[in-house]
């Protein structure tokens, strides 16, 4: 079946420029999680959410940065004023509903370059 | 906080050759371990994961990893790697009851033909 997609797969946008980030999720999970990961780096933590409500959104590293799921499917990450320091790799995962026990699949990432 | 610690970030062998890449964790509680590897041009994969029992836990492809909770330790092995093998590895740990993963920098392993 359909894995995690992701789009757009690369973005370039200029410093202070907003930029909307899409996760389409494995048909039937209802748990989604965003993860950031910079150059050189394992990837980070942003938010998790368990059908449409943010469970946990305690990795995002400030309030330009937002995360919506309204229909409990798709997901699209929001940055607001961006920074060079936005510049990473954002990864989509999503698993099955239940115990914390289940495998997290991910997508193939959103390249954001912040000129 | 939990953090991850890889200890190699770039591991060149030749085909045959024995693996094993280390990885150290910090966290004050039950864990749960994980291996995740990524294929050039690929995404992010399971490899294998440990939530509890038997220590040694086996993988995909032949690769193993041992969990020693007295050094909070994960290493992962395999006794004779492939050139397509070849890929960036990443160990991830996660509290138990917890949805985040924290996830070392990663180890570049690249294989000789």
């Known amino acids: 079946g359909a894995g995690v997609s992701q789009t757009p797969s690369n973005k370039v946008t200029e410093k202070g420029k907003y930029v909307e980030l899409r996760c389409d999720p494995i048909?039937?999970?209802?748990?989604l999680y965003w993860y950031r990961q910079s150059l050189g780096q394992g990837p980070e933590f942003l938010i998790y959410?368990?059908?449409?409500?943010?469970?946990?959104d305690s990795g995002l590293p400030n309030d330009r940065f937002f995360a919506v799921r309204p229909e409990g499917s798709v997901s699209t990450l929001k940055i607001q004023r961006t920074e060079r320091g936005d510049s990473a790799v954002y990864l989509c995962a999503s698993s099955l509903p239940g115990t914390v026990d289940n495998e997290q699949f991910f997508g193939p990432g959103t390249r954001l370059t912040v000129l | 906080a939990q953090s991850v610690s890889q200890h190699n970030h770039h591991v060149i062998l030749s085909e045959a050759a024995s693996l094993e890449l280390g990885c150290n964790y910090s966290y004050g509680g039950t864990v749960n371990l994980f291996w995740y590897v990524q294929y050039p041009g690929q995404h992010l994969q399971l490899l294998l994961k440990y939530f509890s029992g038997d220590p040694l836990v086996k993988g995909i492809k032949g690769f193993e990893a041992e969990f020693i909770k007295s050094k909070f330790s994960f290493n992962l092995r395999k006794p004779s790697v492939q050139w397509s093998d070849t890929a960036e590895y990443f160990c991830?740990?996660?509290?138990?009851?917890?949805?985040?993963?924290?996830f070392g920098k990663g180890t570049k392993l690249s294989v000789i033909p």
């Open positions: 048909s039937g999970h209802t748990a």
């Open positions: 991830a740990v996660r509290g138990a009851g917890s949805y985040q993963l924290t």
């Open positions: 959410f368990q059908g449409t409500g943010a469970a946990d």
